[in-house]
């Protein structure tokens, strides 16, 4: 049972635009909702993360927006460069869920120059 | 410092034929985790220890994995009998704790021919 959905599968964005990735979660016992990032033949690097009763985090070009009430919250990548071109993973952890994480998907991100 | 590091970085191996895989987590890191990640998939939960407490197996998708971790540091997964739906690369996360930041090694690609 995938209980973190993200989308989309893929996106194709201009130098300067902004990706946004979505992911929804249905066990509300998740207390921590980190983001990450996947170069080829990489691990998984954490990117940012946030906790429920926050509801926007930035750190340099990237802000999680999250919704509690909609047991949403999505990552938006600000003035995106082709550097920025990766899989990135939304995650969920915590609580009676269990200590490990449940990730999404994945959303394979192109940045054109 | 150093982060987490996995061993072999790619390992092919012939159906039925036993594999380990090592990792060794972050320096003082107490929690340590074991995900799959399999072509085009995104990351699946395996296992995960923390201390000397009684490692979470649940992931596990039969009895031909297991998993031990020596002296608190070193943990070794091993595949018995391994079937070709085990390819896939296999990562190693640690963290200070349960509640906090996990960090990925590089992953092991497993293939089974």
Redesign the interface.
Known sequence: QQQVKQSPQSLIVQKGGIPIINCAYENTAFDYFPWYQQFPGKGPALLIAIRPDVSEKKEGRFTISFNKSAKQFSLHIMDSQPGDSATYFCAAFGGAAGNKLTFGGGTRVLVKP | GAG?SQSPSNKVTEKGKDVELRCDPISGHT?L?W?RQSLG?????LI?F?GNSAP?K??LPSDRFSAERTGGSVSTLTIQRTQQEDSAVY?C?SSLS??V???????TRLTVT
């Open positions: 987490v929690a985790y995900y998939q995104g990351l699946e939960f995960y923390q979470d649940s992931g990562l996360a349960l509640a930041e996990q960090y990925f090694g590089p992953g």
